[in-house]
Nanobody
Framework: QVQPVESGGGSVRPGGSLTLSCTAAGRTLDYHAIAWFRQVPGKEREGVSCISASVGFTYYVDSVMGRFTISRDHAKNTVYLQMNRLEPEDTAVYYC??????????????????????WGQGTQVTVSS
């Protein structure tokens, strides 16, 4: 089981950018679909984006389409979430999740938490003026 580790969270003003990173010490991410989720207190954890293992198919929730970009660097064993034009509504704890499969689930199944069996501890992103 892969245990992801997130980094890169922080505070930024609306309209700003942040890049989150996800890696896994001692284990390769190469064979796993990797997703980013986010959660605010009192709400369900929401799937933000997913990238498949080999071909690199990507998926996004509608609210971040065109602003966020997920990518992976196999040489660095790292998956990134580039977040641009951040909005206060993006404020949340962001989690990286490793899928049991190499593919992101189809028809929004990728956004289901039970598609993933390895979770990071989360990193806080705060967007505020």
């Amino acid at each position: 089981q892969v245990q992801p580790v997130e980094s890169g969270g922080g505070s930024v003003r609306p309209g700003g950018s942040l890049t989150l990173s996800c890696t896994a010490a001692g284990r390769t991410l190469d064979y796993h679909a990797i997703a980013w989720f986010r959660q605010v207190p009192g709400k369900e954890r929401e799937g933000v984006s997913c990238i498949s293992a080999s071909v690199g198919f990507t998926y996004y929730v509608d609210s971040v389409m065109g602003r966020f970009t997920i990518s992976r660097d196999h040489a660095k064993n790292t998956v990134y979430l580039q977040m641009n034009r951040l909005e206060p509504e993006d404020t949340a704890v962001y989690y990286c999740a490793a899928g049991a499969s190499s593919r992101c689930g189809r028809f929004k199944a990728w956004a289901r938490q039970d598609e993933y069996d390895g979770w990071g501890q989360g990193t806080q992103v705060t967007v505020s003026s």
